[in-house]
């Protein structure tokens, strides 16, 4: 029988994304709670979240980037949600196999193996040349982990339209995280709620992980 895949998302779901929120807003010289309410705004309204910059008056924020990521300085083991690394390893250690597939740059992949997290496969957006929620990435994802068949892998992250509709559509069963901005603020969609396997945590993600399939 073919091994069963869980293949997890990265902010939100491994990553607790507050510092770089925080970077940014002190970058633009707003409160960080304005920053994150616009963001917050924007998510509630269907919104793509890139437009809480401009909300704030900062539409010229692309030009920031280089410096935003100096200031951040990748990803660090204060970042990690605190389940997130035993997570990763328990799965492994009852025979699923894992991978990490998200949008974020290529820079993330050794990123993530420096703070311990070291799945079958990992790949970033970037490396894939193909980003969430198109069809195109779950596609390779599939490509990535030599599955037969989509309906082997469970598809773990925190936004309903990149993660569980993108996710489901692509014929894997999707697992939704609550938490995170996205997380807390989205709901499913009427023809998700059956079918899409909902936890708090990755502890309770592994727990009912098996239900995914049911």
């Known amino acids: 029988m073919e091994s069963r895949w869980v293949a997890l998302d990265v902010g939100e779901t491994l990553i607790d994304e507050t510092r770089v929120w925080s970077v940014w807003a002190d970058l633009l010289g707003v409160p960080r709670l304005t920053l994150m309410a616009a963001l917050g705004a924007e998510i509630a309204t269907g919104g793509d979240h890139r437009t809480a910059f401009e909300i704030v008056g900062a539409p010229h924020w692309r030009e920031l980037l280089p410096r935003a990521e100096d200031l951040y300085g990748g990803f660090q083991p204060v970042d990690c949600y605190p389940d997130a690394l035993p997570a990763v390893q328990e799965l492994c250690a009852r025979g699923y196999r894992v ?3 998200a949008n974020q740059p ?6 993530l193996r420096a703070l311990g997290f070291e799945p079958d496969v990992m790949a970033m957006s970037d ?20 599955v037969a ?25 999707p697992v939704w995280v609550r938490r995170g901005p996205w997380g807390v603020i989205q709901e499913l969609p009427q023809e998700l709620r059956v079918g899409t396997l909902v936890a708090r945590s990755l502890s309770e993600v592994v727990a009912r992980i098996d239900d995914a399939w049911r």
Do not use: C, W
């Not at 290529?106 to 990123?111: D, F, S, Y």
């Not at 490396?127 to 030599?146: H, I, N, R, S, T």
């Open 106 to 111: 290529a820079r993330r992949t050794p990123e």
């Open 127 to 146: 490396e894939m040349g193909v980003y969430k929620p198109d069809a195109a990435f779950f596609q390779k994802a599939v490509e990535l982990m030599g």
């Open 99 to 101: 991978a990490i597939l």
């Open 149 to 173: 068949d989509p309906a082997l892998v469970a598809y773990v992250g925190d936004r309903v339209d990149n993660d569980v509709t993108a996710s489901a559509a692509a014929g894997m069963h």
